[in-house]
């Protein structure tokens, strides 16, 4: 984008050729960089500086990220489907980017993992671009739905098994970080790496942090192994999927697009999990509407991503050349960043931001055009499972602080919820083959039959750290296993057991027994 912070050409950033003075020393304008530009990366409140630039330039606004590096932010809702489905005049690979090419971005910018192009789908156009979104589409094409929700249900259990019993619960740090990653882990063949230090390098990268790159490395480590891996023994999983597929990708865009797959997803369903579960605990209308059955949970799912899109923008696209968007002039080579947070709230298709989006999915969440999320129906599968799972196990979980005193971080990239403190009744851990429920806390029932007595004792809980079975249950609710009756006392005579009819030894043979 001209002119370059340093205003080596001299030329206005607004497209015109009046060059923009910095602000005189002391000026309250502080966060404004060269030319009088907004810093995005600075700014503590993103939403109030989107809508300034949006009053002050229009759908199209020139703005600065980290080390003074020049960009447009696309704020319009019409533009930015313009921008995402126009790959004659913009895509996403920066080696077309006239900062990098000038030495105004270094190799160590903290946007350098989302900006540097790489071979994967996400930074490539035309025939590559399909070959490598081709093998993705297909892999997600083979994703076994029902069993994915039944995996999440699954998850749902071992997550919540960890914090159940102490009636008290961070649902930001403890369920909404982890359940998509240790979900994604299992979706890409990866189980096994599933642990804190990923979930933090996920966090820590998206955030463009200091230590992104080595976060990055860390990463790109582990699906380095998962590709090796697969390579030599294919399973059903989406990287087998990957590898066999007839585009016959190397191990390093295999790699590549799992990363892809991988940090998107995760960031997205992290981010959506908290969002949702925020508003059903701060909006009892909200809440009451779910419970009433006026709202489906996909379609409180789908208005949070009118209301608080995952990422509130995605690095980056890159003008092919010269063109006017928004009615600014857009130079070869500058950079452009899409915005689905601003451009979901444009007052021209939305002039009322707090409105009820139910049955409209044009949204901008997932992007558009060529480069659309590819994992969207993964995400809100994972999702729509995790919030009504969880409401379904936690039946009366309540919000432990004030709402007002909720916090968030802010990157240009998204938008996180700090901590989402709860309490509710304290419940047992259950079996994590049984659909979450508050029902599964009873004491079950136990076979029983004339002259035994009847058992009180609640059955153990099935510990959240027991390996899963590779066959999975062919109904979703199997009938807990009898407690065992106490041993009869001493006598010298034994009597027989008593005869057991066709139920009771179907669901002997059912247990495995």
Known sequence: ?????????????????????????????????????????????????YEELRAEHGPVAPALVHDDVPVWVVLGHAESQQLVRSPAQYCKDSRIWSALAEGLVKPDHPLMPHIAWQPMCAHTEGDEHRRLRGAIDAAVAATDFRGLRRHVNRSVQRVVNRFCEAGEAELVGQYAEHLPMVVMCHVLGMPDEYNDRIVEAARDMIRGTETAIASNAYIMEALGRLTARRRVEPAGDFTSHLVTHPAQLTDEEISQQLRVVLIGAYEAIANLLANVLRQVLIDPRFRSQLNGGQMTVPQAVEQLLWDEPPFSTIFAYFAKQDTELGGQRIRKGDGLIFAPAPANVDPRVRPDPT??????????????????????????????????????????????????????????????LVELPVHFTPRPQQDVLLRPSHENDAIPQQDWHIGVTRPTAPVSPVSSVLPEPSVEPPVPHPVPHPVPPPAPAPSPVTEPAPPQGAWQRFLRWWRGY
């Open 1 to 49: 984008m001209t002119p370059e912070p340093t205003s080596l050409t001299g030329d206005s950033p607004t497209g015109t050729d009046d060059a923009r003075p910095g602000p005189p020393p002391g000026c309250p304008a502080h966060g404004k960089g060269p030319g009088g530009l907004s810093r995005l990366h600075e700014s503590e409140d993103l939403k109030k500086l």
């Open 355 to 416: 409105a009820d989006m139910q049955g409209n999915r044009s949204h901008l969440a997932f992007g558009g055009g060529p480069h659309e999320c590819p994992g969207q129906d993964l995400g809100r599968v994972i999702a729509e499972v995790g919030v009504d799972a969880l409401l379904m196990r936690l039946p009366d979980v309540e919000l432990s602080i004030g709402e007002e005193q909720l916090a968030f971080t802010e990157s240009i990239a998204s938008r996180h």
